[in-house]
């Protein structure tokens, strides 16, 4: 099985293939072309004839700081305003090879194998590039999107089950945000870490279209690709204060969970959205694979939480902007009252939904 479908932005279409088997016959290809691959796939290469710049897959390699050896790798190896980039690798390399040919001699055009799951169900579509500054986390980027992206679903089962079940987190949460049907499509396709790579094939179509769903009414992030956020806010608090022990989709999973029980604290009944229960339960399973979450948040401060979810970008100064799901299950941007009553419901909701993982 494979699928193929394109998707529109504002600098003209490009082309998503899922298909098994995609990287091998790519890589029978790309000889000649300039590549920046993940370090985990320089086995893969050996003998090609092919040399690629080989990228370490840390937050210290997508910096700004970082850039300079990279562009100059590139330069060093001549590659010039025609040059083609091919990137193979995770959301790191993703980052990177969108950053450096967005500004390369003004713009190259550049190709993705997305390599985690993470990447094939939800960043390598959108044309987001998101580089860290000094301290702060994805600060500058720019608008730069790859054109074809081959996803081949077999690269996936190299990878430990926390990381596949935090991109399946992401995969969730895109289809929960798109509605009932899609949320259903998503679960039929019995979404476990254990899953066989052919499978993981229907997840990854039935996110990608679910996103392009987003990224096609609302490109640059002004109204509804902003509901894609649900469970960030809690997601990312959490994330930054367990400095980064947890990874991001398992945080957002956790996000997710507080997200929802914040809103039962506010009166919100979701005995008549099915759905909601099953993504609890489903989100549930996905979190608990993380070895040595008890002890992450153990460790972990509630009030660096609560500043963390304070100085989200997104609030204003005398509220706090969310995406909350509603009663039906739908998901929506919400503006809540800054203040003591607020705090108090949100401290408690993420304690709560926390605790439950602490023992
Ligand atoms: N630009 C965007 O739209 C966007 C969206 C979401 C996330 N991101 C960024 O993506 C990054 C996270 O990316 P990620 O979760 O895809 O992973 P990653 O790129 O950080 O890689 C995680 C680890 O998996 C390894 N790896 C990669 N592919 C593998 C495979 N097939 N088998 C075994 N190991 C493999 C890597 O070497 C690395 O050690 C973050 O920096 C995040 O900010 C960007
Ligand atoms: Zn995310």
């Known amino acids: 099985m494979s699928a193929s479908f394109r998707v529109e932005s504002s600098t003209g279409s490009y082309e998503v293939v899922v298909a098994q088997g995609n990287f ?11 590549i920046l691959a993940d370090e985990f796939f320089r086995p893969r290469f050996a003998g090609s ?4 710049i080989f990228i370490e897959a840390t937050e ?34 993703q980052d990177i090879a969108a950053f ?5 001699m003004r713009g190259i055009s550049w190709s993705y194998e997305p390599t985690t799951v993470l990447a094939m169900v ?17 600060l500058i980027g720019t608008f730069h999107p790859p054109d074809p992206i081959l996803i081949d679903p077999a690269l996936a089962a190299t990878l ?11 995969a969730a949460k895109i289809c929960f945000c798109r509605g009932r049907e899609s949320f259903a499509a998503h679960m039929a396709c019995g979404p476990a870490t254990s899953m066989n790579t052919a499978a993981l094939e229907g997840v990854i179509v039935n996110s990608l279209l679910a996103k392009k769903h987003f990224i096609e009414i609302d490109e640059f992030d002004k109204k509804e690709r902003l509901l894609l956020n649900f469970g960030h806010t809690f997601g990312h608090a959490l994330e930054g204060a367990s400095n980064y022990g947890i990874p991001h989709g398992i945080a957002v999973g956790l996000g997710i969970l507080c997200s929802l029980e914040f809103q039962r604290r506010r009166g919100i009944d979701f005995s ?3 759905s909601v229960g099953e993504l609890e339960r489903h989100l549930d399973t996905m979190i608990r694979t993380l070895p040595g979450l008890v002890e992450v948040l153990a460790g972990m401060s509630l009030d660096e939480v609560m500043e963390r979810f304070g100085s989200d970008k997104k609030h204003r100064n005398d509220r706090y902007t969310l995406i909350l799901a509603a009663p039906t299950g739908e998901v929506m941007l919400e503006q809540i009252p800054r203040g003591a009553e607020s705090d108090a419901r949100l401290r408690d909701a993420i304690q709560s939904t926390t605790e439950a993982y602490s023992r």
């Open 60 to 93: 210290h390699a997508k910096s700004l700081e970082h850039m300079p050896a990279v562009i100059e790798q590139l330069r060093a190896a001549g590659a010039n305003r025609g040059t083609h980039l091919v990137a193979i690798g995770g959301g790191v390399v």
């Open 49 to 52: 004839g092919a040399e690629p």
């Open 24 to 34: 091998e016959e790519s890589l029978s290809r790309i000889e000649d072309a300039h």
């Open 160 to 170: 430990p089950r926390d990381q596949f079940a935090s991109g399946l987190i992401e």
């Open 122 to 138: 939800d960043s390598c579509i959108g044309g987001k590039s998101s580089i860290n500054v000094g301290p702060y986390k994805n």
């Open 100 to 104: 450096v040919s967005s500004v390369y």
């Open 272 to 274: 008549g959205a099915a």
